[in-house]
């Protein structure tokens, strides 16, 4: 592991270690690491070169956007932060703006992008030539999944896993189940709305 705070880092690196092809999967590496003679792979696992929060999601709306913009980045801000923050999230927003430019820009310079899913590909596709993307889905390990024998359960059940944050949208599953006979909500993970979630799933119950 060799820390880095500037291309000449990089640069210093790829020429100790005759490095071939460099290969980045955050704004901050890629934008690091574009430009340079070297071949840069990135890998896009969600939509930081469009959104300065990577989701395309408003919190506060409940909706999502095709890309980001001024009156989206100040709604974000101003509702998603502390008194300081609210006061300076005109100024926060148009900052916003110039930081996910300069990380498209740094994006477009890569020689390939490998997309985690077909529909981040067709996303980016919007703002970048499409021969430079390639949708790749996360591995599998099949061998191993056939070893998992799933508990049988008795009613229906749906299971959510991931953060329990706004942008992953569980706070949606429990209006979403109301009415639906016989079914469990499992769900796994953390986040600020956990306490929430646990307090209106038990009430409902």
Known sequence: VIPIKNKKDIENIIKKYKIDVLHSQHMKSTVLSSGLKTPLVV???????????????????????????????????YHENKTLIKLLSPFAALYMIFRTKKALKALKKATKIICVSNFVKNKISKSIKNHKLIAIPNMIDYNELKKIRPKEFNQKTILFVGKLMPSKGPQLLPEAIKGIKNVQLILIGNGKLKKSLREELNKNN
Do not use: A
């Open 43 to 77: 890998t896009l696992r969600d939509y930081w070169p469009l959104c300065y929060k990577g989701t395309l999601f408003n919190d506060n709306k409940q909706k999502n956007v095709e890309k980001s913009n001024y009156k989206y980045n100040l709604d974000c801000i």
